[in-house]
């Protein structure tokens, strides 16, 4: 089955880290470009941060500029996101989401793959 597997989200003190991990199944992430979404309660999925499948450019959302890091490992047909510094805005369902090409400059049905989501809870 083509799947994509989120890991790692749970419950975070505010100003700790988290790294999920997106793994994908039965299909090469190399020639797709990786997306990281998330939503909280009441609110609308934002896009976050995503890497091209091609140079490695990125593209990081405000809220989470200077916290927030996306890598990829091929090797490992695998992407991350590292969250530092975390806050209770934070606290959200993420989801990572994989679209064939290089293009960071997607729309919603854009991406090909979405991921089934994982918790991140962000609280004292």
């Known amino acids: 089955q083509v799947q994509l597997v989120e890991s790692g989200g749970g419950l975070v003190q505010p100003g700790g880290s988290l790294r999920l991990s997106c793994a994908a199944s039965r299909f090469t992430l190399d020639y797709y470009t990786i997306g990281w979404f998330r939503q909280a309660p009441g609110k609308e999925r934002e896009g976050i941060l995503c890497?091209?499948?091609?140079?490695?450019?990125?593209y990081y959302a405000d809220s989470v500029k200077g916290r927030f890091t996306i890598s990829r490992d091929n090797a490992k047909n695998t992407a991350y996101l590292q969250m530092n510094s975390l806050k209770p805005d934070d606290t959200a369902v993420y989801y990572c989401a994989a679209g064939y090409g290089s293009s960071l400059i997607r729309k919603n049905g854009d991406w090909d793959y979405w991921g089934q989501g994982t918790q991140v809870t962000v609280s004292s």
């Open positions: 890497i091209s499948s091609s140079d490695g450019s990125t």
